[in-house]
């Protein structure tokens, strides 16, 4: 399994932006579909976004299109949430996860490494 890390939440304004940031570690990464969930107060944890192993295709939540993008740095053991457009129901726990399902998957069940998760808060 690979350890992740994530780091870059905070406390926004609607409309503002966030980059969160996970940090995996060994030496495979590359093998790994990367993903983002999130979970709020009260909800269950949802799928955000995944990108393929290589990075080249990504696919995102209805509510985060257009909003978010998903990346990834191979060579750094490195994936990204770009968050913009940033709403008040946006507000999480978000989570790094990565799985080994191929080509994709968006599915929580197909991924079995996690990381502790960081808050997003966006408010007023």
């Known amino acids: 399994q690979v350890q992740l890390v994530e780091s870059g939440g905070g406390l926004v304004q609607p409309g503002g932006s966030l980059r969160l940031s996970c940090a995996a570690s060994?030496?495979?990464?590359?093998?790994?579909?990367m993903g983002w969930f999130r979970q709020a107060p009260g909800k269950e944890r949802e799928f955000v976004a995944t990108?393929?192993?290589?990075?080249?295709?990504?696919y995102y939540a209805e509510s985060v299109k257009g909003r978010f993008t998903i990346s990834r740095d191979n060579a750094k053991n490195m994936v990204y949430l770009q968050m913009n457009s940033l709403r008040p129901d946006d507000t999480a726990v978000y989570y790094c996860?990565?799985?080994?399902?191929?080509?994709?998957?968006?599915?929580?069940?197909?991924?079995?490494?996690w990381g502790q998760g960081t808050q997003v808060t966006v408010s007023t």
């Open positions: 060994g030496r495979t990464f590359g093998a790994y579909v």
């Open positions: 996860a990565a799985s080994t399902t191929y080509p994709f998957s968006y599915s929580e069940a197909d991924f079995g490494s």
């Open positions: 990108c393929t192993k290589s990075g080249a295709s990504a």
